[in-house]
């Protein structure tokens, strides 16, 4: 396969001009024999009727007298034989060669050509017919006038070679320019390459189009796309290194000095109650580590890369539900799931849709007093699904509603345990999953309602 783009276009150019010039220098060639043969088929029918006119009587008998020139006209170059015959319409040879290879037609009316072969080479033959009258007499002569065909065949040599000498130049022409053409014309596009191969590795600014032609421009176009969008991860991975080294920062520097302290104790009841503290520190650390990593893969679910497919939230809601029971039940809260549907499918990635439900529902069961009550509800409207968790804690005001969705971001007291990461997971993957948030308050009472809405996908049924 070829791999240039010069050679490409060249072939895409030579294959039809190849074709043409194959096409033209044919037919060029069929008008060099349609010439030639239409000149010396004239040649030999004026030198025929030349002849043809030195036909007279004498004494009561047919005579001839072949004018030196009537043979003149064929003289050529190429030096070719000239023949002729001079026959009555008996038969008898008034004058000429009696061998020649001609058989005329006495009732022709008009010259007749032939193409023969005498001597061993071809020969072109015209044979032409005269009445001649005498005092009530009536005879036909025929008059063959013959020529080989050695100048015939040079004439077309000379005009067909003349065709195809343009024809070749025409096309060298052609490729030349084309050449020339493609290596002024790909100028603009070896300067975005080597703009491209001289720039800073850590530089993501877009490319400059210049003088590129409008053809080529949505390469350059297409390319700053793909730089933004890289420049976009890239400043979402560096905020989100960022963010993991000032939270972690604190808890290792605390857990670092429980440790510290821990070496200096000989006193097993506070050791005990350092060791606790040390515990309760890592086990914050882990479930601040694991929001972290959730939220770096909510971020990524934003890539068309990242694996999607049909979720069913009515069992992922049902599993969600069963693993924080245990937490609902310490608090004494009541938790529990309302729908009418026996299935909701979307299109996204279960294990973020899991985590999306997980983290609303957490959030409600931390934020609820003791004896309060957290809803999930499901449901279905035209071509959305849309779910709701809802309680009867706090709630959020109004004027911070927005913020919480910002990462690190709590509304909460200082001793409630927490991360501020929650609802800002929550968004990615909803943003992923091509849905939308909102929270209210609920119609009834007081709390919070967080309201998820997902494009649902259609339902395929048939008969297998």
Known sequence: MIDSLRLRLLWWLLIPMAVYVG????????????????????????????????????????????????????????QDAVYYQVLLDDDTLLAGRPDFPAEPDFSALQPVYTTTDFDGRPLRVVSYIRALYDEGTLRMVAVSVGQTMQGRQQMIDEIWHASLRRQIVLLLLAISLVVLGLTMELRPILAVKDELAARDPNSLTPLRAGALQVELRPIVEAINQYIQRLNAQVTVQKRFVADAAHQLRTPLAVIDSQIQFARQIDDPARLAQVLAALQEGSRSMTDLTNKLLLLSQAEASNSSAFPRGPVDLVAVAATVLEELAGLALKKGIDLGLETTLADAVVNGNEAQLAGMLMNLIDNALRYTPEGGKVTVALAKQRDQVIVSVSDNGPGIPAEVRERVFERFYRNAAPDQPGSGLGLAIVREIVQASQGSIVLDVPAEGSGLVATVTLPAMPTMTGDG
């Open 23 to 78: 096409l033209s220098t044919s037919d060029a060639h069929d008008n060099a024999i349609s010439s030639a043969t239409l000149i010396q088929d004239r040649a030999l029918l004026a030198s025929a009727r030349m002849i043809a006119g030195q036909v007279g009587w004498s004494d009561g008998a047919p005579v001839v007298s072949v004018p030196p020139a009537a043979l003149e006209l064929f003289a050529s170059p190429a």
